[in-house]
């Protein structure tokens, strides 16, 4: 009864619509948050036992496979859980059958399907992927992968694969990048390793220690990925735990990072206000995924937020939390996102949370959408709607500056970029309002001036006349 009780308390936020969260942007000129309606809240709450699999038991990932079903790497039960499209139960896989014996799972970490239903998975502990058909026979095992020119074990703990014959593994204490494979589990080489910025006053610090003390001291090394995500364009994402700048990065077909970062915080995911601030928790990112407008959902698993940003890097909104109600987890792990929904699994409570947009939050995907390619016009009346439900959206206003810079009112643009707090806007705006001045009144004040200059001379002439005439006289 006890249970039952506490249960409906913590299902009251999902039953009124409501989250349990407060979802909040940045502003752009201080980097204060900014309160906003709810964009995304928690509709269902679905665990093993809904599944029919039993208690899920620390699962560390959840994906939507290019087939259509779902899939979950239930770590600790040493199992994957294969669901349709509805997230039904369709199969348990515990293992495989290989040189006519049975083959187990040990603590398997990620997993990852094709169109085909070819399934790849992570066998963390028995260090090795495994790729099964969709009949769960054994298509490739990948268990003796010799990583040249590395001391490193191999020792995957997720794997994606792109339509190119490429497999990317994350591979634990893998600081040289993501180690890709060919179809066959051949090590093909590191592959996008993370950039060391180390820092200036700590390089000078260093120049008077003693070798011994900087040794002592933490090492510029790169850091590891702690996961990777192909988009539906083949675009590989990364995400990265344990630093301050480019947490999230999409990488292009020789590792560089090509996700323009023009947003807030520029080069800085999640809580801006603490990170570039050198203060407060360190965001966490362990997982990402993309919807089909190229939006970013990146989850942070120290604070159990899910961060929304469009292709530029701009942040939309924010939803999630840690906590024990609907909506909030105690130790966030994956997500993926399909049809304007959110799916993020939790291994603390070994659930599946489902989010759905609210009305504000499709307003302002929609409205950013039309915006980010560059259709202005039409990004307008979305724009207005989302400026109805809150005045406060500095995102909006900014928006609408630059549909009516395009449109080349830029004192109607002054004004928008001022209420969205957008200097480089403004400052655009004010530069062509200038000198679009200066193309209507420069001529007629030349002009002017010169006829000015004229008279004078003239008045000045027949002053001296004048006064010559009266000297004579």
Known sequence: MKKRLTALILAVPLLLGMAPYS???????????????????PVKVITGVDLGAGDLDKPNDFRFGLDGFAY???????????????LNLLKIISGFVYGGQQHTFNRPEGVFAEEDGTIFI????????????????????????????????????????????????????????????TREGEFVRFFGSNRVRPNPIEVIYRMFLTRAQRQAREQFVPTEFSNA??????????????????????LNAI?????????IGEEVYGDITSTTARVGTMAQFQSVSTDSDENIYA??????????????????????????????????????????????????????????????????????????????????????????????????WSALGQAYYGRKDYAAAMEYFKLGMDREGYSQAFGQLR?????RYFSPLVIGTLLLIAGINVAVRLVKKAKKRRAQA
């Open 255 to 263: 590792g560089g990072d090509v996700l323009r970062h023009d947003g």
């Open 435 to 439: 000198n679009e001045w200066f193309k």
């Open 122 to 181: 992570a066998d963390t502990q028995n260090r090795r992927v495994v790729v099964l058909d969709a009949e769960g026979n054994l298509v490739t095992l990948m268990d003796s992968v010799e990583l040249t020119g590395s001391m490193l074990t191999f020792r995957p703990q997720k794997v994606v694969a792109d339509t190119a014959g490429h497999v990317y593994v994350v591979g634990a204490g893998s600081t040289e990048g993501l180690i890709q494979l």
């Open 299 to 396: 989850l942070d698993n120290s604070t159990g937020r899910v961060f929304v940003y469009d292709n530029t890097g701009q942040m939309l909104f924010m939803f999630g939390g840690r906590g024990n109600q609907i909506g909030l987890f105690s130790d966030a792990q994956a997500i993926d996102v399909r049809d304007g929904r959110a799916y993020v699994l939790c291994a603390g409570r070994g659930n599946l949370t489902i989010f759905e947009l609210t009305d504000y939050g499709s307003k302002i995907l929609l409205a950013n959408h039309l915006y980010t390619m560059g259709e202005y016009e039409e990004s307008i009346a979305p724009w207005r709607e989302v400026l109805k439900m809150d005045s406060g959206n500095t995102l909006a």
């Open 229 to 250: 995500h192909v988009d539906d364009m083949g675009f590989l994402y990364v995400t990265t735990r344990n630093t301050r700048t480019l947490q999230v990065r999409r």
């Open 72 to 86: 979950i790497a239930d770590t600790n039960n040493d199992r994957i859980l294969v669901l349709d499209s509805e």
């Open 23 to 41: 979802t909040y942007n940045f502003s752009p000129v201080d980097e204060t948050a900014h309160a906003m309606l709810d964009c995304m809240v």
